[in-house]
């Protein structure tokens, strides 16, 4: 064993690269003794301080600097010297490099693609007018039907989701309004059902744009659609099963409540929908509110279910609206119906929002609801809404246009000052502060109201002919409208000189030298069979109402013995000749209202047919 021992050694000391290896049989014969030298072999790899003798170490130099610049050593000298293996935080740190890198040029490719897309919209669109101009110059009928052009191209299975409008890409002023570029893009897609319009973009941002002209329309704006023809976009109402939601504003209930409906809607079932509640004067009594309206609503023979009275600011009702129309829908469409600017599409909204909680179609809708702003004539065509996962759609409809409402005689800038921001606060005359303040306090603690004339803006005059001194009138209405009071026999003079001025609308004195006037004349005798309460309403359609109090409240909660009063009342208003003035039983709002108002006994046969009220 020895003798082998000392020739591996001496094996090794010659050939740099050669290994110690033994043979199986060699180690198995003599594993006794291989186990005796084995510690020797390792102390000869790892150990400098082994003890050789001088002929091995001069070899083992000799060879070390001989081959110094080849890749082959002794046993040892590879060991610890070549490159560690990289860590796990080393291969994170490779891997984090390699990912910001790509994000890098991901980055930057977006750039470039954005910036080769603005030079390619850039020349399509100096292509476009450049092939527009040259049309032009040669056939004006060429252009309606060129494609290339995309003059008056009407987007398929509907239009501007915001208002309804058909869409096109003829006239940048018209509704339904949209890019070239953008249709041909959403066309590519099968997506023309999520474009809106320009005038939706300026509709949504504040601006007033009308499109409505004709029998109800608006003057002093851009007239596209005719009113007429909005109505008959309804007609076919009457000869389809259908749900009918019947939207009216509490304000202008009489001017909103669209009489001859039946001739729209057929024997369909109406949900009577009413809306703005909000604005009602504070402490108001909505249990009062709703009988009040049932019995409006019976007098009318309409085939109604339910009425709810709602919020589409504060979403008050609503919920119950929700589930009426998920109980009476039975797989039929909705159709929400009302006259313009009633707030069917904000109601729509408030209705998905709240539908869109348990119902996911609803919450999708949500996405692409229809526009709404203060302008009248907002939706011009029927837009159907995905809001039902049980079957049936939600549509929203036009707006009626109504000639007999003050929006339809006013300028179109104008429209604004007829629709109110914030909650109603009536204003009575005569006041306190008149009668301490006022040039005529004297006359008007003698005789009260008699011989004087009432102004509401610019819009109605009412001359109070004959009655009690104890008279009073109460004005419900937008703050915008200004109410003067003055003689009778100095009204018209006062007219003249201020309407433009103070008495808006109209606005301005160009508009005012154009302004038609008051030459519609009302002559009203009201009767009354108590001082408790008011006698009648005077609601003059598009505004809001008058509350006639023969004895005035301050009066009547006092210790005056005013005993059994009855009597008529003589008044005479005046309004724009197509603006409808009606009379009607005195809305019992405020806290005072609950307090008179009374409930009609009903049979039974009544209160089965009558209309469930809802809030």
Avoid at 53 to 64: G, I, V
Avoid at 140 to 160: A, E, H, K, L, S
Avoid at 363 to 382: H, N
């Amino acid at each position: 064993m020895s003798a082998l021992l000392l020739n591996a050694i001496s094996s090794l000391s010659s050939s740099s690269s050669s290994l110690l290896y033994f043979s199986n049989s060699n180690i198995n014969s003599n594993s006794n003794n291989f186990n005796s030298y084995s510690s020797s072999v390792i102390l000869c790899k790892y150990s400098p301080s082994y003890p050789q003798d001088s002929n091995y170490n001069s070899q083992l130099n000799t060879n070390s600097n001989s081959n110094s610049n080849s890749n082959s050593s002794v046993i040892g000298e590879g060991v610890g010297v070549g490159a560690a293996a990289p860590t796990r935080g080393d291969i994170f740190l490779e891997r984090l490099k390699a990912v910001e890198a790509a994000q890098t040029s991901i980055q930057e490719n977006k750039i470039n693609n954005k910036k080769k897309k603005k030079q390619q919209l850039q020349q399509l669109q100096q292509l476009n007018v450049n092939n527009n101009n040259n049309n032009n110059n040669n056939n004006n009928n060429n252009n309606n039907n060129n494609n290339n052009n995309n003059n008056g191209v009407v987007g398929v299975g509907g239009g501007c989701y915001g208002c309804g409008a058909p869409l096109q890409t003829l006239d940048l002023d018209a509704p339904g309004y949209v890019h070239s570029h953008t249709y041909q893009l959403k066309k590519k897609h099968h997506q023309l059902r999520t474009l809106i319009c320009q005038r939706c973009k300026l509709l949504s941002h504040g601006h007033i744009i009308t499109a409505v002209g004709g029998h109800g329309g608006y003057p002093g704006g851009k007239n596209y659609v005719d009113a007429d023809h909005l109505r008959h976009q309804l007609k076919h109402l009457r000869y389809q099963n259908a749900l009918i939601l019947k939207l009216v504003d509490i304000v202008d209930f009489n001017g909103t409540f669209l009489s001859r409906v039946r001739h729209l809607v057929g024997a369909n079932p109406i949900i009577l929908v009413i809306t703005k509640v909000d604005l009602l004067p504070r402490d108001t009594d909505f249990n009062s509110i709703a009988d009040w309206v049932v019995e409006a609503t019976t007098n009318k023979k309409l085939n109604v279910l339910s009425v709810h009275l709602t919020s589409s600011k504060s979403l008050v009702g609503i919920t119950g609206v929700a589930s009426e129309i998920q109980k009476e829908k039975k797989g039929r469409d909705v159709y929400i119906l009302g006259a313009a600017n009633v707030g069917k599409s904000a109601f729509i909204n408030a209705l998905l929002k709240m539908m869109g909680e348990r119902d996911p179609a609803a919450a999708a809708a949500l996405k692409y609801k229809p526009i709404q702003s203060a302008v009248p004539g907002t939706t011009l065509g029927p837009i159907q809404i995905d809001a039902f996962l049980s079957g049936g759609k939600l549509f929203d409809t036009p707006g009626v246009h109504l000639h007999h409402r003050q929006a339809a005689v006013i300028h179109a800038e104008d429209l604004p000052a007829l629709a109110p921001q914030s909650r109603l606060r009536g204003q009575s005359f005569p006041n306190e502060r008149m009668t301490s303040d006022n040039l005529f306090a004297d006359k008007l603690e003698c005789t009260g109201l008699n011989g004087f004339s009432i102004f509401w803006g610019g819009l109605v005059r009412i001359d109070i002919l004959e009655v009690l001194p104890e008279t009073s009138l109460t004005f419900y209405g937008p703050k915008a409208l200004k109410i003067h009071l003055v003689p009778t026999d100095k009204a018209d003079e006062f007219y003249q000189n201020e309407v433009g001025v103070s008495l808006t609308p109209p606005t301005g004195k160009q508009r005012a030298e154009e302004w038609r006037g008051l030459d519609s004349k009302h002559d009203l005798q009201i009767k009354f069979d108590g001082p408790k309460r008011p006698a009648s309403d005077v609601a003059v359609s598009g505004i809001g109402w008058i509350a006639i109090e023969p004895i005035r409240r301050s009066l009547r909660t006092s210790d005056v013995d005013l005993g059994e009063t009855t009597g008529e009342l003589h008044l005479a208003v005046h309004v724009p000749k197509p603006v409808e003035v009606f009379v009607r039983p005195p809305l019992p709002v405020g806290k005072a209202g609950a307090e008179w108002y009374q409930y009609r006994d009903l049979t039974e046969k009544e209160e089965e047919l009558r209309p469930k009220w809802y809030f």
